[in-house]
């Protein structure tokens, strides 16, 4: 009787077996991944570009509607990211962040001022105290990179275009001690980068 080898009885993961459980899963709402404590099951060759292309095995991936299938069960658990069902885990290289905010629409004026960003996989978000805005910038030329908090540890990237637009409802406020321009959203001041380097 020949051996079977128990490496063939691990299931390799794979893109669709993933999709498969993550539509199961989002039935009926959003894949609770938070709640979700499968084992680890290695790495899927998958990577999320720093312009919001997930890429599988090199290619593309031109259908959003499994672009979002995936989104819908990301987790980032430290500095890693990983595609999360019920019953597995797999890493997955991200650029730089998981989603792009591609738009967003102000309500009100000033700091009664609301901004909601929709992002590439159909999110919408309002930042405020529990969505922040942040700005991180390169240590060598300046240059902005914006953030918005999407979902537990998960933020998309303000594609440039949008911040720009965004920049028009920009003041200048207090912030620690110094004079810094930014957004009001949701009753919260975001700065965005000190007075100072504007003059």
């Not at 019920?86 to 001022?113: M, S, T």
Request: with cysteine.
């Amino acid at each position: 009787m020949a051996k079977t080898d128990p490496e063939q009885l691990i299931v390799k993961p794979s893109a669709e077996n993933l999709a498969a459980a993550a539509k199961a899963a989002g039935k009926k709402g959003p894949p609770p991944v938070h709640l979700w404590n499968p084992p680890f099951c290695g790495d899927l060759d998958m990577e999320i570009r720093r312009d919001g292309t997930w890429f599988y095995l090199g290619t593309p991936i031109g259908r959003h509607g499994l672009v979002k299938l995936f989104s819908s069960i990301i987790r980032k658990d430290g500095d890693d990211y990983f595609l999360v069902t019920p019953v597995e885990k797999v890493g997955i290289r991200v650029v730089d962040a998981p989603f792009v905010a591609v738009d967003a629409n102000a309500a009100g004026a000033g700091r009664d001022q609301a901004i909601t960003f929709l992002t590439n996989v159909e999110d919408e978000v309002t930042a405020g105290p529990d969505h922040p805005i942040r700005v991180a910038r390169d240590p060598e030329t300046g240059e902005p990179s914006p953030y918005i908090l999407v979902r537990a540890n998960l933020e998309a990237l303000i594609d440039r275009k949008t911040f720009y637009r965004l920049i028009e409802l920009g003041a200048h406020e207090e912030h620690e001690g110094q004079s810094w321009f930014g957004l009001w959203s949701g009753g919260t001041f975001f700065p965005a980068i000190p007075s100072a380097e504007l003059a």
